[in-house]
């Protein structure tokens, strides 16, 4: 098993990319005292909580179909696997604070026994009870 990432300092850029501090970025979400209000929002959250291994809420995140198909064990195992080198946000449809249904373009890069790989997903989210949930990705 790969060694765990060091987590960073609250006050560090937040690692997905918004140039904003993690305190003030992701990391409310992830700790569960605050909920996206976008879909944006949730997506950048989940890359971040995929850097500091944060499985429950990347389970917590996913749609219930979604949990049928994997498990927290797998999520663990993908996320510990790769070495998170950034995000960029291409392009976001619908999944602003009004909407119930939005889908995110990005591309995630990363590291993985040694080759640097370039993960390009269109993904899915659907707000359930006033809360957002990664459905799937289209591409
Ligand atoms: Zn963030």
Redesign the pocket.
């Known amino acids: 098993m790969p060694p765990k990432p060091q987590l960073p300092a609250a006050n560090t850029p937040?690692?997905?990319?918004?140039q904003?501090p993690?305190e003030n970025?992701?990391q409310p979400f992830i700790q569960g005292t605050a909920n996206p209000a976008t879909a944006e929002q949730l997506m950048?959250?989940r890359y971040?909580a995929h850097l500091l291994l944060a499985i429950d809420y990347l389970w917590a995140t996913w749609s219930p179909e979604q949990r049928l198909r994997s498990s927290q064990a797998d999520i663990r195992a993908w996320a510990e696997s790769c070495d998170w080198l950034g995000l960029q946000v291409i392009a976001t449809r619908q999944g602003g604070a009004s909407d119930d249904k939005g889908t995110v373009e990005f591309i995630a890069l990363f590291r993985q026994r040694g080759q640097v790989h370039q993960h390009h997903e269109v993904s899915q989210f659907k707000k359930v009870m006033g809360k957002w949930f990664y459905v799937d990705h289209l591409a």
């Open positions: 937040c690692p997905c990319g918004s904003k993690l970025c992701c950048r959250s971040t």
